[in-house]
């Protein structure tokens, strides 16, 4: 069975040593957030996800959720007892506002305990993550009586959340939904419609099941700018807090699915269920976004975790399995053959695990204390310019860094060989696991086409310059110091792409916006190089000077300053190739019509 | 449920218009191979694939393979009724020889079918397809007796074949098998020991099956030079050749696997079975390497099967499904919403699929052509030429291939959105099928390391010297036609990047070994994708001509001269990229040790 455990000392690295959070001591929320606390949640939130968590993660996947007769879920083996200690140490509160019943931590803390429970188990993960963006959805619109309704047991844990977005006929395109909310004499709507695809839809984990739902009031417009948002809860729930009558919202089926088989993906049939509007008439979607972007930051570190895991395990493997001679020579001549963890192309699918993984990691978690700042910073310039940063990150962290975890896992798979196609060996299902995060919160060509046509022209590109500028710095600093200057100029070059690459739209997008649709994709991906760059360049620089004060763990310092080095020459040299694929534009693309992909016969 | 269409167009295009069979039609087996012919064979063998194999191909994912207590294995519903069929109608007798009772044609017709039954039922295809290369093995290193005894009734497929390899601790490493065979007195061998990833190594399809084993003889040398090979058949044959006693070899369980579950991959369990060796003592590896190589071929048109049966159900999910609307203002402004076709990313996706799936069509079918060419043609000295490019492309199409083709059916099933994940729509079969490819038959790292370590020395560089003349002639020829000077371009750039890896390589490899190892998979990718772009430029050759005398299907032409240009622009910018990355070598590959893996905690 495939074990999980959480790299603690990688994320005190990420936290305590290249963000500092200690060095933001004066904002709120901050103030407890010393290295000891971050240094004993890492310790216990690591020892309960390896523990407690990941055992469960097999059989969730080979028994799945069973919908019952009467519409009632069972979730695997563990997992309603697993949420139960869950809920008792209180890990869902950690980052939630005191006066909710949280911790009041911030999100950084947070995001780390995210990473560890995804790698663990990600169909687990997802019950209590879409329970988060149920609950940012709420404290952002939700009047003062919903949140009290609602909100306490929903950060304790007591009840869980739902996002209801989907319909078979309308995904990406949430214009077309067809459920309606009628309203009522006491200020409530009938909800009725076909919700599909909706995960942690129906379960025995919680009381109740808050279902925030996308619906059309009669008369609203057809399209995006008539869709309103509903909170639906499964079992009314009563003034004084206790539950009520079942609502008309019921489990039609589970979906059959590729992976993460732990988590209820429900067809929920809305049957006249009472609900109330959350926020404005006609403004659903700007809400449901405050969901979706909580929920693509989350989904791109799930491919983040779903290749940890698998890395995690094919480091093992590599070491133990014994096949051939390293091409230099057998490193262990008293046994029949070498650990393959010799072979040079085994080792290169470890490196690029490795660099993606810690690399990732440290933009997760940095991407985590921008969302910090955004609330809680100083000034409201330093607030707004966080805001940015995140919002032009979002994609490219929910679409690239998903694309690189499903081809991680699948990289770690191959180490396996063989045994890496077997169920047993629990490899396949980090792969078949890790492949959903490309496809829902928005496919990943959604995300590049998000990035490109939303986010660059933001604030009339000021917020790309932004980034730019933030990189070029760090880079002009790096560029100094010999262990940093090759890794610094490096990226420059591949900074220098996506500059071009960003002029190339600007030159040519206008006249014809096929071109940004043609070139998104490849922008999104020069973007996520360029990025991970980054953050490698941070990481080597800390490095670099944790190595001048001869640190204890040496190896640990000097390890990432090798896959920083690692990273620039495997990653970076991409960001040309894509540029150049981007350049070609949309003519070849889009020349062939219909009947040319139909010629089969 | 998914369809399969088998691409008749394509085939005839590659096989009579740019191979031009009928030009070979002096070569013995070519003579019958009139394009009348062969429009017949692809006609019937399309019908076939489509109608009785295709349906059988999600039942068969979904039933998988039953084991019984005795150690029998029932197939998928219906998968032993079209085996009847497939033996009646002699589809497995197209290639082989007359005298086995064969039809004696070109392998190049024959590796069309398999192409077509791999796509419509990749589990299906394997049973045939492993006992093609058994045949292949006894036919090279067989005794006239064992011939007899056991190739015709493989050729009529009333019998199938096996090859037994692996065992639980050996699998690239063949040196370290412990199967022992033991010789008696009248000739035969006890053959004891375990076999594992046995495809179709028990099932109900076939009145007996011939496995191939290798094992080792008492006191032969511990390595890879002490393996032999036997013929084991599952019951004995007698003289009369009707069938005798169950030989003592039997499954003792099937894999639980990602994919393929309509294969049978067996746990063999050899237990004093009777056994006789084929071929010389201790050359068993090199009698084993004449199924793998053909078993190389065979999987990397896998990877293009499971890609083109994805991209075909991919492009009609993009006509059908309706979601938003196109870049440039509505293309149905009667309806709700466009068909996702319009989006450029989808085209992106589709555009990339149909470039890798013609252009390895054309690669497998040319490369077929040079199989039939090493054993027919003229003079000794182009058998020759052709067997040796033949070798030199074997690790790049079974490599290549199949990691192209798992990433196009991943995109493929991206094209459905969530629908993709949802396994009723045979999206996620294409990939987990698709998988299966880039691990046996040598795992993609071996095969770059057959290509980097042993192919690339070959007759002291003169292999891959003819194959850079074979592509700069093509170019210069293509360079004076304005239609595809650009293309022809970009393919010289391309080939330049190869070019310049190899000297690389010739500097920097034997020094180091490691910078052999630490680059191989990017050079197999560099080779895959200038081969693929020497395919596009022969095919934008022909069609090119064929629109000189104004054709009456225009449009296929000229498709094909839009998708060459699609995929110059798209497919060979990575070269570079790739390059620059081989040239980093090994060093920060290889600088970490064991304890930097493990750091987790």
């Known amino acids: 069975m495939p074990k999980y455990s959480a790299p603690t000392r990688d994320f005190r690295f990420v936290i305590n040593e290249m963000l500092d959070i200690e060095s933001y001591g004066n904002l709120p929320g901050f103030e407890n957030a010393s290295e000891d606390l971050v240094n004993s949640i890492l310790e216990e939130g690591g020892k309960f996800t390896s523990e407690v968590i990941a055992p469960l993660n097999q059989i969730g996947d080979q028994q799945g959720c069973i919908r019952h007769e009467d519409g009632s879920v069972t979730t695997p083996p563990g997992f309603k007892e697993a949420f139960d200690q869950y809920r008792a140490a209180g890990w869902g509160t950690l980052t939630q506002p005191e006066e909710l019943g949280g911790q009041g931590l911030p999100q950084v803390i947070g995001f780390a305990l995210k990473e560890m429970m995804s790698s663990a188990n990600h169909s687990f993960g997802m019950y209590p993550g879409l329970t988060n963006g149920a609950i940012e959805a709420l404290k952002a619109k939700g009047t003062p009586e919903q949140k009290a309704m609602y909100l306490p047991n929903m950060v304790s844990g007591q009840w869980t959340g739902t996002m209801n977005l989907t319909e078979p006929h309308a995904g990406t395109d949430l214009g077309m939904i067809r459920t309606k909310a009628e309203p009522q004499a006491d200020g409530s709507y009938r909800i009725t419609g076909t919700k599909i695809f909706i995960s942690a839809g129906e379960h025995d984990m919680a009381e109740n099941i808050i279902h925030l739902v996308l619906a059309k009031t009669p008369g609203a417009p057809d399209s995006s700018k008539g869709i309103s948002l509903f909170v639906v809860p499964k079992f009314l729930v009563n003034d004084d807090g206790s539950l009520g009558a079942r609502n008309g919202v019921s489990c039609g089926s589970i979906e059959h699915k590729m992976g993460i088989h732990g988590n209820a993906t429900c067809v929920l049939n809305y049957d006249e269920a009472t609900g109330w509007m959350v ?23 799930q491919g983040l975790s779903q290749a940890e895991a698998a890395y995690q395990n094919a480091v093992a493997y590599a070491l133990d399995r014994r096949q051939g001679r390293a091409l230099t020579g057998p490193v262990d001549p008293e046994a029949k053959a070498d650990p393959i963890f010799v072979h040079p192309d085994i080792r290169r699918m470890l490196m690029d695990a490795k660099a993606f993984t810690e690399g990732s990691r440290a933009l997760c978690l940095w991407s985590a204390l921008q969302s910090d700042l955004s609330e809680k910073a100083q000034t409201e310039e330093e607030r707004q310019a966080a805001d940015d940063m995140l919002g032009l990150l979002t994609p490219v962290i929910k679409g690239f860094t998903t694309d690189m975890g499903y081809e991680t896992a699948t990289n770690m798979q191959q180490v396996f060989g063989g045994h890496g196609y077997i169920e047993e060996w629990g490899m396949s299902q980090f792969v078949r696991d890790a492949r959903i995060a490309q496809i829902y919160e928005g496919a990943n060509g959604v995300q590049a086409m998000d990035l490109c046509g939303r986010k660059l022209g933001h604030k009339g590109g000021a917020t790309i310059q932004a980034f730019f500028a933030m990189i070029d710095e760090e880079i002009a600093a790096a560029s100094a110091d ?25 030159q040519n997008a206008m006249t014809n916006p096929n071109n940004l649709g043609a070139g998104a994709y490849n922008y999104l991906h020069i973007m996520g190089r360029v990025t991970l760059g980054f953050m490698w360049l941070k990481m080597a620089k800390v490095a670099q000077a944790k190595l001048a004060g001869s640190p204890s763990d040496k190896a640990f310092y000097e390890a990432k300053l090798v896959t920083a080095k690692y990273y620039a020459e495997r990653f970076l040299p991409d960001c040309g190739a894509l540029r150049r694929k981007l350049e070609a534009g949309a003519e070849s693309m889009m020349a062939l019509d219909a009947e040319a992909f139909q010629t089969a016969a």
Chains 1, 2 share one sequence.
Do not use: H, V, Y
């Open 279 to 301: 926020g404005e008439e006609n403004k659903g979607l700007a809400a449901m976004f405050i969901m979706m972007n909580e929920a693509r930051l989350g989904t791109g570190m």
């Open 482 to 506: 010999p262990a940093l200057a090759d890794i610094a100029s490096r990226l420059e070059k591949a900074l220098g792409e996506q500059k071009a690459a960003t002029m190339w739209f600007m």
